[in-house]
């Protein structure tokens, strides 16, 4: 069984950080893309970053220079590391892998930036 487990979200004040985590189990990991998405209320589900089975990392423009994704391929993590945090940040972030035609999807965390 496939499961993406989220973890470390919570409230924070503008300017603060937090550290997402999420723990896989149940697929090939090295073999995939993990990526972490959020999803504002009445907004679409967005990526903010994903990293390659190979290291390979993207970023949507608001979250350069402020997040950082990493993977460690022994313990089927992903994690992104938030920092500079605004309220725009404010959304329910989601763990994806995917490879190929498989996908699978977390079942969130709420982060929750105050001004």
């Known amino acids: 069984q496939v499961q993406l487990v989220e973890s470390g979200g919570g409230l924070v004040q503008a300017g603060g950080s937090l550290r997402l985590s999420c723990t896989t189990s149940?697929?090939?990991?090295?073999?995939?893309?993990m990526g972490w998405y959020r999803q504002a209320p009445g907004k679409q589900r967005t990526l903010v970053a994903d990293?390659?089975?190979?290291?390979?990392?993207k970023y949507v423009d608001s979250a350069k220079s402020r997040f950082t994704i990493s993977r460690d391929n022994v313990r089927r993590m992903v994690w992104l590391q938030m920092n500079s945090l605004e309220p725009d940040d404010t959304a329910v972030y989601y763990c994806?892998?995917?490879?190929?035609?498989?996908?699978?999807w977390g079942q969130g965390t709420q982060v929750t930036v105050s001004s």
């Open positions: 994806r892998s995917h490879w190929g035609l498989r996908e699978y």
């Open positions: 149940g697929i090939m990991f090295n073999r995939y893309t």
């Open positions: 990293i390659t089975s190979g290291g390979t990392t």
